[in-house]
Every structure is written in C-alpha cells, then in structure tokens.
C-alpha cells in the first residue's frame, strides 16, 4: 500500500507557476507509474499528465501541453508537476495517483492522494 500527499497548491494570478509535489509514504514509487488528475467542482476527474516508471516518458493532456511538466525524483519518493503560464481555467484539486500502467484513464491507478488546490485570479 501507497500513500501519497501532495503539496504546493494556493492561489496565484494568471501567468504565475506553482510546483506540486506528491511524496509517497509505506512503499517507494520506484514500481508505480505516476500521474496528475484535476477536478474541478461538480466535474469529472480530468488527466493532467503521467510518467512512467523510469521517468524517460512522459505524457500530457492538451490544454496544459507547453505548460506543465512532470517529474519524479525516486530518490527523494516524489512526484512534481511544475507549473507554467497559469491560467483561470487551470484552477482545480489537483491529485496525484500512483499505479502499475502507465495510462491517462482514472481506473487505472490504484492510489490517490488527497488533493492540492490551485486558484488562479484572473
């Protein structure tokens, strides 16, 4: 069993960055595929971005393309999404999941953290 905590969320104006961070606790993310997810109130869980075990692929959604980037650092158990060019639009619980494929689809990950808002004035 995961679990996983994620930070750095908080309330930005448009074109700022935020890094968030998801740290891993009881197992090491070195064997799980990452990603991101974000939800905004009353929607469906929407994929942000993933990495595979290694680190060497990654994967984004359109909209943040050229913006976001994900990272892991197994050493330090972490997952990051930098940030880039915020946008209103981008405001949103953003969660960080951890599971054996790598794949933009909720289903496929079995551990999730708690959620980091972002708020992005515009």
């Known amino acids: 069993q995961v679990q996983l905590v994620e930070s750095g969320g908080g309330l930005v104006q448009a074109g700022d960055s935020l890094r968030l961070s998801c740290t891993a606790s009881?197992?090491?993310?070195?064997?799980?595929?990452m990603a991101w997810f974000l939800q905004a109130p009353g929607k469906e869980r929407e994929f942000v971005a993933a990495?595979?075990?290694?680190?060497?692929?990654?994967f984004y959604g359109r909209s943040v393309k050229g913006r976001f980037s994900i990272s892991r650092d197994n050493a330090k158990n972490t997952v990051y999404l930098q940030m880039n060019s915020l946008r209103p639009e981008d405001t949103a619980v953003y969660y960080c999941?951890?599971?054996?494929?790598?794949?933009?689809?909720?289903?496929?990950?079995?551990?999730w953290g708690q959620g980091t808002q972002v708020t992005v004035s515009a």
């Open positions: 009881g197992r090491t993310l070195s064997g799980y595929a």
């Open positions: 990495i595979d075990l290694s680190g060497g692929r990654t």
């Open positions: 999941a951890a599971g054996p494929n790598y794949s933009v689809v909720v289903r496929q990950y079995e551990h």
